[in-house]
């Protein structure tokens, strides 16, 4: 596990974004897992900057992480109304680079047949090749996608009910601002599963701010636990990369070890 911390969001951003800029550029045709949420934001922001200096994204496959359920991409209904995250990645990313659409795959939350939509999500990413870099942000209870605490960390695509503390961040960070009331929040939502993340051949997980400090140090040095569920990232065998700003690395009991490997791969060009 690559641990690479910087001195704030903005460093731990342009990071990130580097990570997946070469990672086009040197596989085109990949396929690229995403999420939404308010830590990729900045990556996603550098990611538009790169395109527009000539990084091209036409051959590149999406898949996303998540969608609630009952909610989906309207872009004739207002944002404040239309809180989906088709609605997020369209509005952060998608609408400024020049993925194809129909390279674009979003869980739809707005499906008749939720099973049958996760079934078919697993073959779509299958059928694509699988995911070369998933990139994952880390909720405050240590779930990935909408992995909530006890789900198993073997899961596939499925439906989740989302936790207390999940739907008070998620209030707090989007609907609140929207002016959208807490019980007409979604309180469930379609996401890829532990498994499903754990079969991308590359994982870059991103989280920043001291609100996460505990949950990421649980993650990375406690123990494997369906109650953390990224801390499934302890038993991945591909290629990983946590990208912390100082903040959120300040937990961490190793801390001092993982920029003393960070700085030994720069010397020795290993990086
Ligand atoms: C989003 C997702 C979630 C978020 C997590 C962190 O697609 O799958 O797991 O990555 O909740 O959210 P932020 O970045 O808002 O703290």
Known sequence: MDIIVRENYEEMSEYAAGVIGRFVRNKPYCVLGLAT?????????????MHREGLDFSKVVAFNLDEYIGVGINLDVPYEVDQSYARFMHEELFSHINVKKENIHIPDGLTKDPAGFCSWYEEEIKRAGGIDLQLVGIGGDGHWGFNEPGSSLASRTSIQALSPQTLSDNYESFYKKAGVERD??????????IGT??????????????N????????????????????????????????????????????????????????????
């Open 184 to 193: 007409k929040m979604p309180h469930f939502a379609i996401t890829m599963g």
């Open 212 to 271: 996460k400090a505990d949950v990421v140090a649980k993650c990375i040095e406690g123990p494997v636990t369906s109650q953390i569920t990224s801390s499934a990232i302890q038993l991945y065998a591909g290629g990983v990369t946590v990208a912390l700003d100082k903040a959120a690395a300040s937990k961490l009991q190793n801390l001092q070890h993982y920029i003393h490997i960070e700085r030994l791969k720069e010397e020795y060009g290993m990086g």
């Open 37 to 49: 949420g308010s830590t990729p934001i900045g990556t996603y922001r550098r990611l538009i900057k």
């Open 197 to 210: 993340i754990l079969d991308s051949k590359n994982i870059l997980m991103i989280a920043s701010g001291v």
